[in-house]
Structures are given as structure tokens and as C-alpha cells.
């Protein structure tokens, strides 16, 4: 699942996630809010991972998370990577405060660190991202 409200990241996470291998479909959402709603829906899969912009309008990232732990707990998905083009050593230390919170990447996210995270994740299938 990708949450990020950037029309362009969206675009070139689409093409990075399909090249990789490791993902069929991506989810994708813009809007954080709306990511929130699909996974409070108990009937929605649940990702494998989800790739997280910290600075989006509305509900941020860390909103996001605040509000997705609170209400699914462990539930919510097993890894949660934060990208960011932030600077600010608190923005990480607050991102890895969260248990799901596996990694702090900074934008642009590249096929090489996408790969890595199939590692991480132990997806040998076409279905890590998405469903």
C-alpha cells in the first residue's frame, strides 16, 4: 500500500513497485484519510507493507498512524515505511516511536531500497504491496 499525497511519487512508486517483481497491484492512496477508512474496513485485506509520505495535507503521516494504531493496534500491518524529504532528526525518532515503523527513507524511493525491503517483508510472491 502506498499513501502518499504527491501525484508524481505516486507515478513513479507505481512503476519502481511493478518493476521490482514484487508486487501485482499497488494500492494507492492520496489521501491518508481515505487509506484509514479502506483499513478500518475489518472486510479489506490487509497489506504486507505500507509505504507512508510523512507531509501530506489534512491527515499526515503521523496522524495516520496515530489514528491506525490506536483503533487496529498490530493489526494494521506488519511494516510500515516512512518516506520523507524532511531533515529533521525528530521527524525520525517520532516515525521509529511506532512499533509497525520498520524504516526511515528518505524521497525519492529507488528499485534498489524497494528490493531491500522484499527482503525484509520475506515476500517471495507477486503480492507484497498490494493485493
Known amino acids: 500500500m502506498l499513501i502518499d499525497d ?3 511519487d505516486q507515478m513513479i512508486y507505481r512503476r519502481i513497485a511493478i518493476k521490482s517483481g514484487l508486487v501485482r497491484d499497488l494500492l494507492q492512496f492520496m489521501d491518508a484519510v481515505k487509506a484509514f477508512e479502506y483499513l478500518s474496513d475489518l472486510d479489506n485485506q490487509r497489506p504486507d507493507l505500507i509505504l507512508l509520505d510523512i507531509n501530506m495535507p489534512g491527515m499526515d503521516g503521523f496522524e495516520f498512524l496515530e489514528a491506525a494504531t490506536e483503533k ?3 493489526e ?3 511494516i510500515v515505511v516512512m518516506l520523507t524529504t ?3 532528526p525528530k521527524d525520525e525518532e517520532r516515525a521509529m ?4 515503523v ?3 527513507l528518505s524521497k525519492p524511493l529507488t528499485l534498489r531500497q524497494l528490493q531491500a525491503l522484499g527482503a525484509v517483508v520475506g515476500a517471495k510472491g507477486p503480492n507484497m504491496l498490494g493485493q
Open 97 to 100: 516511536s511506532f512499533s509497525v
Open 102 to 104: 520498520r524504516e526511515f
Open 86 to 88: 524532511s531533515l529533521n
Open 72 to 74: 487496529l493496534g498490530a
Open 6 to 8: 504527491s501525484e508524481i
Open 76 to 78: 494494521l500491518c506488519p
